[in-house]
Structures are given as C-alpha cells and as structure tokens.
T-cell receptor, first 111, second 117 residues
Framework: QKEVEQNSGPLSVPEGAIASLNCTYSDRGSQSFFWYRQYSGKSPELIMFIYSNGDKEDGRFTAQLNKASQYVSLLIRDSQPSDSATYLCAVEGGATNKLIFGTGTLLAVQP | DTGVSQDPRHKITKRGQNVTFRCDPISEHNRLYWYRQTLGQGPEFLTYFQNEAQLEKSRLLSDRFSAERPKGSFSTLEIQRTEQGDSAMYLC???????????????FGPGTRLTVT
C-alpha cells in the first residue's frame, strides 16, 4: 500500500463547476497535510495546508481533513481553465518534516 | 517566484559524467530539502539539512549522490558517474523552523531538469 494515494485522473470538469480532489494516507500519526499545484514542466506550488480536522477555506479553495478516515480533500469552486494542472497531495512524515507525495491528480477544466 | 532559486535550470550530460546542482533557499529559512521527480510521479524525498547539518538521507540517495550545505545557506547536490536512470527533475525546497510552529510549509524552487544521454 502506498503511503499517500490519489486518483491519477484525468478529472474533467466544466468551467464554473466545483472540482473535488481526494487523497488518502496510511500513517495515522501524520499531523500536517498540503496541496500543491503543478503545471506541466514547472515545480510544485503550495496552495493549501491543513492541520486540524474539518474545513479550511482560502478564496476558491477549501481543504477538508478527516483524520479518523485518513482522508484529505481539496475543493475548487468556480473552476477556471487556468486551474488545469496536476494537484499533488503531500503528507508530512517523520521528525524532519519531509513531505511524502501522492502521484497527483490531473485536473482539466473545460471552457 | 517563491524566493528559492536553483541553478542550472536544465542540464544535459552524457552517461558517466559528474554533475552538480545548486540551490539557494529563502534567506531566513534554515531547513532545506532535496527531492527528485520523474514523469508521472510525485516528488520523492532525497535528503534534508537543518542549517549545515545533513540530518536525513533517503535510501534513494546512492553512494553516487552527495549533498552539502557548507555554511547553512546554499546547498549543492552532486551526482557522480551519472546513469540514464538519474534523468529527472531535481527539486529543492526550504522552510523555516519557527518557534511554537506545528508545521513547516515547504516552498519549492523551479527545479533542475537533468537529462542523461
């Protein structure tokens, strides 16, 4: 079992819709969770982080965390074509706080 | 631009040659990480520095790889006797250990894309 699992997609949504991206993790001791956006050929860009159970909202983005279910998700409201990218879920692991990434979900927003 | 810079951005080398990459973290960040990313995969952790001390190395970091952070500022990653399997994007990230912080957000540089022919 991989430590961090994501559906590779592609996830296709129409412009203006809500995109829902999901991630599960295996280490129950994980405390910190991150979502990065990565455009093709570019490096990952941090867009959200969440540490407590529940929802965290930042503009059009909402991160949701359920530690009991070992599940974290990212909702993107009013999706735009510019949101088309790979979204990487990352979980902090170990004393050095290194990040353990999933393989990413490719999101395609159709105009 | 996150404030993390990497040089070079692209490197093409022949198998068997040595290559060295440089990372300059955000100036006040004392934590520095190296990751490697291949096509279709998420970044994989290679090694971690806190100030000048290298505190963790992944099993991915074979004997051909060495990393340094001599003055706790910039870092270098050297690959000796490159192999075609070393072709990847090499990413550097930095974060700050703030007092009473419960987490340390990592910010990535633009990466160095290595192609071994």
């Amino acid at each position: 079992q991989k430590e961090v699992e994501q559906n590779s997609g592609p996830l296709s949504v129409p412009e203006g819709a809500i995109a829902s991206l999901n991630c599960t993790y295996s280490d129950r001791g994980s405390q910190s969770f991150f979502w990065y956006r990565q455009y093709s050929g570019k490096s990952p860009e941090l867009i959200m982080f969440i540490y407590s159970n529940g929802d965290k909202e930042d503009g059009r983005f909402t991160a949701q965390l359920n530690k009991a279910s070992q599940y974290v998700s990212l909702l993107i409201r009013d999706s735009q074509p510019s949101d088309s990218a790979t979204y990487l879920c990352a979980v902090e692991g170990g004393a050095t706080n290194k990040l353990i990434f999933g393989t990413g979900t490719l999101l395609a927003v159709q105009p | 631009d996150t404030g993390v810079s990497q040089d070079p951005r692209h490197k093409i080398t022949k198998r068997g040659q040595n290559v060295t990459f440089r990372c300059d973290p955000i100036s006040e960040h004392n934590r520095l990480y190296w990751y490697r990313q291949t096509l279709g995969q998420g970044p994989e952790f290679l090694t971690y520095f806190q100030n000048e001390a290298q505190l963790e190395k992944s099993r991915l970091l074979s004997d051909r790889f060495s990393a340094e952070r001599p003055k706790g500022s910039f870092s270098t990653l050297e690959i000796q006797r490159t192999e075609q399997g070393d072709s990847a994007m090499y990413l550097c990230a930095s974060s700050s250990a703030r007092a009473r912080a419960v987490n340390y957000e990592q910010y990535f540089g633009p990466g160095t894309r290595l192609t071994v022919t």
